[in-house]
């Protein structure tokens, strides 16, 4: 089934004032951008009460109030860039997989997908079926007025780690079997991926986003040398398979100190950086490429003063690089205080955009 023609640049907003869109392109924003990931989410009361008696995926499913979620951060907070309320799992869910998300558990697959016959089992995705998140994105890009909106998708290892797993895990060894004992169905399985990510990300470039993340949350749990031959072409296929688009692309995962360098050389414009490795490093492994990230999500517990300090410290650091996009280093936590990101964004937006 082919995907859509996307939207050519010419019929995208076109938001010259916005900084996010000028750093992620490498140029001077008025002001240093800032955003969070999972910044929609648990930790804001106002997501819990619009969450209250509706299932994770329905929630991402429902127009109205996916759109609703996506803007409650930007009010309070004042990010520079949306992003899109829906999860890793919303493509496979509408393809048809059995898959669920258990609160405080995560992704659940109903039946794993281990053997060359599960793979030639999966559904392909008919972008007819992630309507309802195309609709979402044509309300936002109508209600967001000058803010970005950020569209994204699981890269093919992410997905691939739960379908094969059943569930989240911690050392994903039955993911890292499969794709040493049987490299032909794992690169069968990760093609299959790729084809159903980009096509995901597709509907939401032809609804109108303004630009595109790729997590691939837990390729840090592999070497490089493993990355480099079972997944960085898969995930190149994704981001190439956007180029054309001409919108900004981002790449991010978790534990990937080791891995930016190939992670830039995916193709994307942005890498996402955790809060291991200092953002003056990270140019440097990843040079050429505008950096997103690093605050240790768990900082925001340590008080208004350790927090004040780290962002100064990354602030400084990031100034080593192209261009900057401050962001936490992982998802906002459930517990988080919503008033510490409120006093990360005006900070940030205090201080000095280049050295
Ligand atoms: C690995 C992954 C998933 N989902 C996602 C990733 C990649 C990013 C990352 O590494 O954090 C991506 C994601 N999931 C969600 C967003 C929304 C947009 C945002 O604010 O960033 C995004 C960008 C909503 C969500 N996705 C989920 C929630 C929580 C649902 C709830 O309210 O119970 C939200 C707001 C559920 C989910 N879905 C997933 C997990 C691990 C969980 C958490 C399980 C838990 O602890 O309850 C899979």
Known sequence: MSAPATTPSSHRRALPGSAFLTAVRGGTPMHLPVWFMRQAGRSLPEYRRARQGTAMLESCLTPDLA??????????????????????????????????????????????????????????????????????????????????????????????SYLVEGGPSRNHERTKAL????????????????????????????????????????????SERDYREFVLPHSTKVLAGLADAGLPRIHFGVGTGELLGAMGEAGADVVGVDWRVPLDAATRRAPGTVLQGNLDPAVLFAGPDVVDAEVRRIVAEGHAAPAHVFNLGHGVLPETDPDALHRVVELVHSLPVRA
């Open 67 to 160: 759109c609703e979620i996506t803007l409650q951060p930007v009010r309070r907070y004042g990010v520079d860039a949306a992003i899109l309320f829906s999860d890793i799992v919303v493509p496979l869910k509408v393809a048809g997989v059995g898959v669920d998300i258990v609160a405080g558990t995560g992704p659940v697959i109903e039946s794993p997908v281990r053997t060359a016959a599960d793979v030639a089992d999966l559904p392909h995705l008919d972008p007819a079926q992630a309507e309802p998140v195309a609709q979402a994105v044509r309300l936002l890009t109508a209600e967001l007025g000058d803010t970005p909106l950020i569209g994204f998708a699981g890269a093919p290892f992410t997905l691939a």
């Open 179 to 222: 794709m040493h004992a049987e490299p032909a169905t794992w690169h069968a399985l990760l093609d299959h991926l790729a084809e159903l990510t980009l096509g995901f990300l597709q509907v939401q470039v032809g609804a109108g986003v303004d630009a595109v993340q790729l997590f691939d949350s837990w390729a840090g749990a592999l």
